[in-house]
Nanobody, 126 residues
Framework: QVQLVESGGALVQAGESLKLSCAVSGSILSINTMGWYRQGLGKQRELVATMASEGSTNYGDSVKGRFTISRDNAEKTAYLQMNSLKPEDTAVYYC????????????????????WGQGTQVTVSS
């Protein structure tokens, strides 16, 4: 009933920019924190950026000053603007919601916790 769908991944050259989107579908009542994480080949998943419902943000050290997270609460969508991309940014990028509320088929409010999208591939060539 609740799904996260990322889009926008692509193959780009170093120095270029790319914008990712994450849309949350379902009968959503509210979303707490939305975030982006990434996992390079053979590496552990790492934090890229998060944005709480009230707007506070947190960034991984490797992307500070280059990436910007934003969200449209009405559209239940998060974005990741990535500038000055480097080959080391190559990874599968995943969208995450830490928790939120939705209505089930009986129109009852329910909580969903730690939801992930399927990921979108970003490849940066040198």
């Amino acid at each position: 009933q609740v799904q996260l769908v990322e889009s926008g991944g692509a193959l780009v050259q170093a120095g270029e920019s790319l914008k990712l989107s994450c849309a949350v579908s379902g009968s959503i009542l509210s979303i707490n924190t939305m975030g982006w994480y990434r996992q390079g080949l053979g590496k552990q998943r790492e934090l890229v950026a998060t944005m709480a419902s009230e707007g506070s943000t947190n960034y991984g050290d490797s992307v500070k000053g280059r990436f910007t997270i934003s969200r449209d609460n009405a559209e239940k969508t998060a974005y990741l603007q990535m500038n000055s991309l480097k080959p080391e940014d190559t990874a599968v990028y995943y969208c995450n919601v830490d928790w939120g509320l939705f209505t089930d088929h009986n129109q009852e409010p329910r909580k969903f916790v730690d939801y992930w999208g399927q990921g979108t591939q970003v490849t940066v060539s040198s």
